[in-house]
């Protein structure tokens, strides 16, 4: 059974940093893509990072900078470093991994940035 179980996430004033980390267990067949998504309340889940295989990394404008996708394939985890946080980077953020088979989601990890 797959799993992705996401942590990391926290409090953290704004101008601070948080690594979210993303294991995955489980055997996926035909990953073409992982990444991250957030939801804000009240807002639509968006794309906040993509990593494709053997493709370009691309992040949403909002964050192009400051955030950096990353992966460990002994690990089986992906990370989302996130620095120079603002209060609009408050969201609930899950992790995706992206198969020929299907989408798979974590849970969501709550990252609130305020002082």
């Known amino acids: 059974q797959v799993q992705l179980v996401e942590s990391g996430g926290g409090l953290v004033q704004p101008g601070g940093s948080l690594r979210l980390s993303c294991a995955v267990s489980?055997?996926?067949?035909?990953?073409?893509?992982m990444g991250w998504y957030r939801q804000a309340p009240g807002k639509q889940r968006e794309l906040v990072a993509a990593?494709?295989?053997?493709?370009?990394?691309t992040y949403t404008d909002s964050v192009k900078g400051r955030f950096t996708i990353s992966r460990d394939n002994a690990r089986n985890t992906v990370y989302l470093q996130m620095s120079s946080l603002k209060p609009e980077d408050t969201a609930v953020y899950f992790c995706?991994?992206?198969?020929?088979?299907?989408?798979?989601w974590g849970q969501g990890t709550q990252v609130t940035v305020s002082s």
């Open positions: 990593m494709p295989s053997g493709g370009t990394i």
């Open positions: 489980g055997s996926i067949f035909g990953i073409y893509a």
């Open positions: 995706n991994v992206n198969s020929v088979l299907g989408a798979y």
